[in-house]
């Protein structure tokens, strides 16, 4: 069907040509000139030649008239949104590691500009992003941004020789050092070979001591690697009693480590020596935890009996027991001054001893799991931290001073051990089902500083170095991972006390 416009305009050139040049405007054209028109009273049909382009334009598809011609595209199928193409390619992580350093020093050059803002806008008299992030991000106490007083007299005022443009305040905020950012390898630094590593969430079989020697229970024998040697030494077998070790701790002072057996006696041997010194008896079952108190060892077995005995008495005098727990005792752990206990068992229950009573003198009842996970905040007096088993998931904390429950969070998977940093207030936390991750928490904020992945099995065992920076991480795969989680800064910002009897030697 022909356009109307078009037909009209096509009309009109028809009428032109049937009046010729030299007739007068009032004659009227002649019979043959315009026999078609006389004939027909209509043009005739237009036909265009083929892959022609129409002379007046092409007709518009449109709902209105005219000669712009719009093809429809309706039909076809292009992708035009390039930011939800999915990008699997090897430079994915690289980019999105890029994006994330990137945001990073957005985030800190933006907190410094709005510093600038508050000091040149508002006098807040910032002076040092370093130590006063929380002051420069936080609002101001006034809720007013205009403030109508009398005018005072301004002690910092800008030298009038001073050509920076900002107030001095400013210019000292600026040249102020930035927070350094934290940078935690996700990579392992170093990474063993752990051999019949035992794949039981009860067991308690990897240990760091004072003198840099770790200690690993690896089916029935006791091995000792040295951190600054890479020596490996085989302390005991207990092939030939058909036992096997089930938990390994070292004391305070690195010379003595205690093993925990299947058939529910503790060794006790000089690794100075490689010398058995003490056989400690008692349990009917196997021991899985143990702590040391000085010379005194603490340990729970699955008789879910708690014994505590001095290791430098015959083993022949009784021991001191503690009953409370309905089911195995999975976990314990001194706090800081040596004063409290707290264990930790698969009848999901939390309790905390003291020194003179046999029964708990706090109980805590919150998880739905079992507690292997306990650690004592070295920086929070009273603070205590535990985890619960997989039906749990959660990381609880508490305050023993006054026996009240405090923040939680869900970290989503089996939290099977936890550590608290020793020189800034984080800590570690190892995972089983079904991430079997590692995490760094931020106290009291409990947001994730980093996460650390490589185990393919649950992450059993953790241990601390001597220095607090680098930790160790045993699972079913039968290995061991060495990671750099924790920093020294914070101990190096230490006041020395004139009171502090042990800090010089006259």
């Known amino acids: 069907m022909i356009n109307q416009d078009y037909e009209r305009r096509l009309l009109q050139q028809t009428e032109k040509a049937c009046w010729s040049p030299s007739m007068s405007p009032v004659k009227t054209p002649t019979k043959d000139s315009c026999s078609y028109m006389d004939r027909i009273g209509t043009p005739p049909p237009f036909s265009p030649p083929p892959f022609s382009s129409p002379q007046f334009g092409s007709p518009s598809r449109g709902p209105t008239n005219g000669d712009r011609f719009i093809p429809a595209r309706a039909g076809n199928n292009w992708q035009t949104q390039f930011a939800m193409i999915a990008d699997n390619s090897p430079g994915k992580k690289l980019r999105e590691n890029s994006d994330a350093s990137r945001e990073n020093r957005e985030c800190r050059d933006s907190a410094a500009y709005v510093c600038l803002l508050k000091n040149e806008l508002l006098q807040a008299g910032i002076e040092d992003m370093k130590t006063d992030d929380r002051r420069a991000l936080a609002p101001l106490h006034s809720g007013n941004l205009f403030q109508y007083s009398t005018p005072t007299k301004r002690h910092n005022i800008t030298s009038p020789y001073s050509i920076s443009p900002v ?104 690794t100075a020596v490689s010398k058995m010194v003490n056989k400690l008896q008692g349990h009917s079952s196997r021991v899985g935890a143990l702590a040391w108190n000085g010379d005194t060892l603490v340990s729970g077995s699955r008789d879910r009996l708690i014994m505590q005995k001095d290791v430098r008495t015959p083993s022949i005098l009784p021991e001191r027991r503690l009953v409370g727990h309905r089911q195995e005792v999975c976990g314990l ?41 306990i650690a004592w905040s070295p920086h929070h007096h009273g603070l205590l931290a535990s985890g619960g088993g997989t039906a749990d998931r959660c990381i609880r904390f508490w305050n023993t001073l006054t026996g009240q429950p405090m923040q939680s969070v869900d970290t989503n998977s089996q939290v099977c051990n936890l550590a608290w940093s020793k020189h800034s207030s984080e800590l570690v936390s190892t995972h089983g089902y079904s991430q079997n991750q590692i995490l760094v928490w931020k106290y009291p904020s409990l947001s994730q500083v980093a996460k650390l992945t490589g185990h393919s099995t649950r992450v059993l065992y953790l241990a601390m170095s001597p220095d607090g920076e680098a930790i160790v991480t045993g699972a079913g795969d039968e290995t061991l991972r060495f990671w750099n989680v924790f920093s020294k800064t914070r101990s190096q910002k230490e006041n020395k006390s004139v009171l502090n009897l042990f800090s010089s030697i006259r």
Do not use: M
């Open 167 to 270: 107030s001095a305040r400013s210019q000292k905020l600026l040249r102020s050092p930035r927070k350094a950012t934290r940078k935690i390898s996700r990579i392992p630094f170093k990474v063993l070979d752990a051999p019949e590593l035992g794949d039981d969430f009860y067991l308690n079989l990897v240990d760091w001591s004072g003198l840099n020697i770790l200690s690993v229970g690896l089916g029935t024998c006791v091995y000792l690697w040295s951190a600054c040697t890479s020596q490996v030494t085989r302390l005991c077998d207990l092939s030939g009693d058909t036992n096997s070790v089930t938990s390994v701790a070292w004391n305070e002072r690195g010379n003595l480590v205690a093993v925990g057996t299947h058939l529910g006696y503790i060794q006790i041997w000089d």
């Open 333 to 373: 752990k001194w706090s800081p001054d040596n004063q409290y206990l707290a264990s930790g068992g698969n009848d999901n229950r939390l309790y905390v001893w003291n020194l003179h009573s046999l029964s708990p003198v706090q109980t805590y009842t919150e998880h739905v799991a079992a507690v292997k996970a």
